[in-house]
């Protein structure tokens, strides 16, 4: 149960577009469509941004947006804002039914 | 509105006990499998337990398996984690969540903070 691989920190100004990776195996990330993504405001819960690797719960915003490809999945935020500034965790179902999470990544908005 | 108020954190000393609680409202309860989740001071998401809806199948991480039992009541809308054997690295703020489609976990407590120390 290996924790999937994202960058410790990323960086960007306001409007500009960054993306986080997040990196698994064969076991987790590239065996189904169940990786998600969730942002964590400073000492608040986590927040669901992203399902079923692609998709935006009711009411994100559509400047998040996922890919993936293989064992890697991707979130990118575009049109960056202030308010964005937070930890971004990814998350995937694993082939033994558990579930594996990232080690996070903090956004830093310039 | 879907609240998840989570309690029973504290301070144990390494190889002591302590039983989470996680109470719930506005949502039915005995439809949704449930999971906990730990969060250790300045790090990253752990992904810690899982039971399904009507508590009769469960999962561990490996690193909890055999000191650790999720359990739920699903008459008053409680889940449950109880904690044995604790070490220190099982620090941390304790989140209860609710599994949403595909795995996604949707809702979140507030949490509550375990912290294993002599």
């Known amino acids: 149960q290996s924790a999937l691989t994202q960058p410790a920190s990323v960086s960007g100004s306001p409007g500009q577009s960054i993306t986080i990776s997040c990196t698994g195996t064969?076991?987790?990330?590239?065996?189904?469509?169940?990786v998600s993504w969730y942002q964590q405001h400073p000492g608040k819960a986590p927040k669901l941004i992203i399902y079923?690797?692609?998709k935006r719960p009711s009411g994100v915003s559509s400047r998040f947006s996922a890919s993936k490809s293989g064992n890697a999945a991707s979130l990118t935020i575009s049109g960056l804002q202030a308010e964005d500034e937070a930890d971004y965790h990814c998350c995937s179902y694993s082939v033994i039914n558990t579930l594996v999470f990232g080690g996070g990544t903090k956004l830093t908005v310039l | 509105d879907v609240q998840l108020v989570e309690s029973g954190g504290g301070l144990v000393q390494p190889g002591g006990s302590l039983r989470l609680s996680c109470a719930t409202s506005?949502?039915?309860?005995?439809?949704?499998?449930m999971h906990w989740v730990r969060q250790a001071p300045g790090k990253g998401l752990m992904w810690v337990s899982r039971i399904n809806s009507d508590g009769s199948g469960t999962k561990y991480a490996d690193s909890v398996t055999g000191r650790f039992t999720i359990s739920r009541d699903n008459a008053k809308n409680i889940l449950y984690l109880q904690m044995d054997s604790l070490r220190a690295d099982d620090t941390g703020l304790y989140y209860c969540?609710?599994?949403?489609?595909?795995?996604?976990?949707?809702?979140w407590g507030q949490g509550t903070l375990v912290t294993v120390s002599s």
């Open positions: 064969n076991s987790d990330v590239g065996s189904y469509h169940l």
């Open positions: 079923e690797d692609t």
């Open positions: 969540t609710r599994e949403w489609e595909a795995s996604a976990q949707d809702k």
């Open positions: 506005g949502f039915r309860f005995n439809t949704y499998w």
